[in-house]
């Protein structure tokens, strides 16, 4: 691109954000709302809250997923090694562990579920008008 080509394009970006804008007083006004301080939703608010919920549900379940690899991998390695194809062999491993996994991190589990829950109950006053 050249500087004129660069120079239309941040000019037309330029434009487009002054009619994004002038379309939201528009329909401010037409709804009758007037702002409060900047304390009303905005899409990156919603894409943050999105996103602590999932990185939350991936640090609460990766203790549990690893460890059904883990086991899952071990016993498909020992039935390679033993040429036994049963079904239910590598089932039962699995349930155990995972049991036993569930018994030792339920405690954080709950931990990092409270508090996310804690927090984003917190926020709440900043979410409403």
């Excluded at 203790?63 to 049963?86: C, K, R």
Aim: hydrophobic content about 50%.
């Amino acid at each position: 691109m050249t500087h004129s080509a660069v120079d239309r394009a941040e000019a037309n970006g330029k434009e487009r954000l002054c009619d994004v804008q002038s379309m939201r007083s528009v329909g401010d006004a037409k709804d009758g709302r007037e702002k409060q301080g900047g304390d009303s939703v905005t899409p990156e608010m919603v894409t943050e809250l999105g996103r602590q919920a999932l990185e939350t549900t991936l640090l609460v379940a990766t203790p549990i997923l690893g460890l059904s690899l883990v086991i899952g991998l071990a016993v498909s390695a020992f039935q390679a090694m033993t040429q036994l194809n049963e079904a239910t062999l590598t089932f039962v491993p699995k349930i155990l562990a995972l049991f036993g996994a569930l018994l030792l991190f339920f405690p954080w589990m709950l931990n990092v579920l409270t508090t996310f829950t804690a927090n984003l109950f917190a926020a709440i006053p900043q979410y409403v008008h």
